[in-house]
């Protein structure tokens, strides 16, 4: 029997993504449900009950949405402003670079460099203090490790705009937006309707599936806010490997019990983004 | 005269593409200019639209200098070679676009937008978004849009360059009956000889940024720098049988 491609590119498709994905997330449901595990002695709701009376996953998962919302909206807004206003100066070789050139840098050396920058005792801090702005490093301001996860958004917008700016410059010129803003004021449309009404909703038309997956991906991000975050309440990927890893064997569950549903959550969410849409005719 | 071009010059870094162009366009009518790629045929029309600035000269549309003006002042509508439909807009929402600008009341709208429909025999389609159009509903789309606003002016860079000939003749034909129904002015660009005499009521040739706009058709046909006797010529040798290789239009 011969195999195709197609059919070869489905089994290598089964070997490496699904059957991986489904035997880790079936081991975390046995293991948050007490039917494996060290101490584990069979199955019990315990763990899953346990989560939800500590509140630390919906403080968590509060915390990490309104964090990754924050950081995509600031770099889609600062990526759109950059792209409308400047898309002549980003296609010189000069800017091009400056734009590539934190694409490269990985997200754990952003963090430390953030680090460095806004700490207390951090260059900022210094500088501040020299110019005699502050007092001591104490009165520079909680910008890394703060509760309302600054340092973090920074981090976040530092490594998410550069590539928002590249994908938004890639459609600026596919499709063509220079000629449709011409014909747009030709029809009578301003400045402002013409970026209202053209620029912005082609362009986020375009890659708005791209926006709803960065916004999954910094919701699971993990250097970063071990970096920056504070200790309480924490992004999810720090709980979740915060309670697997904890010395108390018992919480090992807990932790998988929140990966579980982290990893619903996420799955539903890209289901729903991948589905099919229905088409809305308009009435005449 | 209802447009007036006086002088009209401009340049590209330091070679001259519009030369001193002069001309006037009567109310209601169109003019045809014929010419070859690159001779300025689109610098002209986008700076009368006010897309480009001239260098020098001035243009007068219904009494009015409108030089200065910007593109979305000038009531005149520039419609590009290809057939440009808004991306993110469905056709009815395309055709409607300049009204929305104007904040016309939507029943208006409503209204106008299903009269165009009909006209452009498009209605049923109005939901469709632009990649589901054929290429002539697409240019009609982009006629309907340019004509419900009812432009003082309206400015057609070979629009119909990239359809083929059955289509291209439906769409002829199109143009000349919204033209007489919505009373538009017009300037049809195009470098195909046929459709310069079919579109235009007055015909200009444009060479190397020169535009010579002829009094009557009939002297065009017989201006042999227009390339129409070489056409006439090139039927008839076909016709008795003889060799058409040296024909050459303009």
């Known amino acids: ?284 | 005269m209802f447009l007036e071009i006086k002088n009209i010059s401009k340049s590209y870094k330091k070679e001259k593409v519009v030369k001193n162009l002069n001309f006037s366009l009567d109310a209601n009518l169109t003019l045809s200019v014929l010419g070859k790629s690159g001779c300025g045929k689109t610098t002209m029309l986008k700076i009368i639209a006010g897309l480009e600035s001239s260098e020098e000269g001035e243009i007068f549309l219904d009494a009015k200098n409108i030089t200065r003006e910007k593109a979305e002042k000038r009531n005149t509508i520039y419609l590009y070679q290809e057939d440009l439909l808004f991306p993110h807009l469905n056709v009815f929402e395309n055709i409607a676009f300049a009204l929305h600008i104007r904040k016309l009341p939507e029943k208006v709208i409503i209204t106008k937008v299903k009269t165009m429909l009909d006209n452009l025999e498009l209605s049923g389609q109005d939901h469709k978004m632009p990649n589901e159009l054929s290429g002539g509903q697409r240019q009609r789309v982009s006629f309907g849009r340019a004509i419900i606003s009812n432009p003082s002016l309206l400015l057609l860079d070979e629009p119909f360059g990239s359809l083929d000939s059955l289509t291209r003749n439906k769409m002829q034909k199109l143009f000349k009956n919204l033209s007489r129904k919505y009373n538009i002015t017009s300037i049809f660009v195009t470098h195909d000889l046929k459709e310069a005499l079919l579109m235009g009521d007055q015909i200009g040739l444009m060479k190397e940024g020169n535009l010579k706009v002829y009094d009557s058709k009939e002297e065009f046909i017989n201006d042999p720098g227009t390339g129409v006797q070489n056409e006439i010529l090139f039927w008839d040798k076909l016709k008795t049988g003889e060799s058409v290789e040296e024909n050459n239009s303009i």
């Open chain 1, 1 to 284: 029997m011969k195999i195709s491609k197609h059919q070869l590119g489905i089994v290598f498709f089964i070997l490496i993504g699904v059957v991986p994905f489904f035997g880790a997330l079936l081991y975390a449901v046995l293991y948050s449900f007490g039917i494996v595990g060290i101490l584990n002695e069979g199955f019990t709701f315990l763990f899953w009950k346990s989560v939800f009376h500590s509140g630390d996953f919906v403080k968590s998962l509060g915390y990490s949405m309104s964090i990754a919302l924050v950081s995509v909206i600031l770099s889609v807004g600062g990526a759109l402003w950059l792209a409308i206003n400047f898309t002549r100066n980003f296609q010189s070789r000069f800017f091009s670079f400056i734009i590539y050139l934190p694409l490269a840098i990985p997200g754990i050396v952003t963090a430390f460099f953030t680090f460095q920058l806004l700490s207390k005792g951090g260059l900022f801090s210094r500088i501040f203090h020299r110019l005699g702005w502050i007092e001591s490093a104490s009165g520079f301001p909680d910008l890394v490790n703060d509760t309302y996860a600054i340092g973090i958004v920074l981090a976040f917008i530092t490594l998410v705009l550069p590539f928002f700016l590249l994908l938004f410059l890639s459609v600026y010129k596919n499709e063509n937006i220079e000629q449709l803003s011409s014909l747009a004021k030709s029809l009578g449309a301003n400045s402002t309707q013409v970026i209202r009404r053209i620029i912005v909703p082609i362009l986020l038309k375009k890659t708005w599936i791209v926006i709803v997956l960065y916004f999954i991906f910094l919701l699971g991000s993990y250097e970063v806010p071990l970096i920056l975050g504070q200790e309480h309440p924490q992004m999810l990927s720090v709980l979740i490997i915060r309670e697997i890893k904890q010395y108390d064997l018992t919480k090992i569950s807990e932790g998988y019990a929140i990966a579980v549903m982290y990893t619903i959550m996420v799955s539903l969410a890209a289901l729903i983004l991948f589905l099919p849409k229905k088409k809305i005719s308009h009435e005449t």
